[in-house]
């Protein structure tokens, strides 16, 4: 199955690159970088090995780096799509922002669906 990093995902991980590289330089920013990747990756092994994320519907999280971050992901037909990366020790997503970050999700099932009974 394909891998598919959304775009907020794109930004999520250059956004977590540059805040390790402030924190202790391009050595820790690789390697966590990596990290996220690696688990990445291996989501294509069991793309259910998360449990549902009981706050989104179709929506999968998974706890990665020691808990260090959640990647937010769901399942279709032809892809993994990597819908959100997020720094564990920040706020719990709210309701408003999680509209806003699976919004696109919604739209991608119905043109799925479309796609699939034309």
Known sequence: MRIKLQAQARVDLIEHNDYFRELGGAALANK???????????????PNIAPPYELAPGIR??????????????????AIEIMHIRRAERMPVSEQELTKLFSINKESNKVLHDNQTS
């Open 32 to 46: 966590m970088t990596a990290r996220i990747k690696g688990q990445i990756m291996s989501i294509n092994d069991n």
């Open 61 to 78: 999280r998974l706890v990665v780096a020691r808990g260090a971050f959640l990647i937010f992901y769901r399942v279709s037909l032809s």
